[in-house]
């Protein structure tokens, strides 16, 4: 019972994300879409970190997969993010329950953040402070994230 409801889980945050089964098994590494589909029909168990790479390649929180075995979130509740709207901004909710639009620019901007390193994050929350004076420095360093996550 809870595999099939982390199973449907996945798969609306799939579908809203816009993935097929194979594109999120690209973007989450060690599943194959065959992993993909017997998770969402509730044939297989996955584990913790497949889950969290689940809900980062989708946009939704990790606790409303992690959770949902233990009778958390479901499908409609606040906790998750969805990912509606128009093509170029997306609604999202967050574990708070408030909602924003979000563009592409902005989510990828998220995307990046996230997997920089600390420097990286120290120097990009100067700049949009403005609290820096070494925007050409970080303006480079970013670039180079950016193309770094599109070889990926």
């Not at 297989?44 to 390649?57: F, N, P, S």
């Not at 409609?76 to 408030?98: E, L, Q, V």
């Not at 929350?125 to 193309?147: C, H, P, R």
């Amino acid at each position: 019972m809870a595999a099939k409801k982390v199973g449907t889980l996945i798969r609306e945050a799939r579908l809203e994300a816009g993935y097929t089964q194979e594109q999120l098994a690209r973007k989450v590494k060690g599943l194959t879409a065959n992993d993909i589909s017997k998770a969402e029909r509730g044939e297989k168990d996955l584990t913790k970190e497949q889950l969290k790479k689940i809900a980062l390649a989708t946009g939704v929180t990790q606790s409303s997969l992690l959770n949902a075995p233990k009778g958390g979130s479901s499908s409609s509740s606040s906790k998750k993010k969805t990912t509606t709207s128009s093509a170029s901004k997306k609604k999202t909710t967050s574990s708070t329950g408030t909602s924003m639009k979000v563009t592409a620019t902005e989510r990828k901007l998220v995307e990046l953040y996230r997997e920089a390193d600390s420097d990286r994050k120290k120097m990009a929350m100067n700049v949009l402070k403005g609290e820096s004076n070494t925007f050409d420095g970080f303006l480079g360093n970013l670039i180079d994230g950016a193309l770094d996550a599109l070889r990926k």
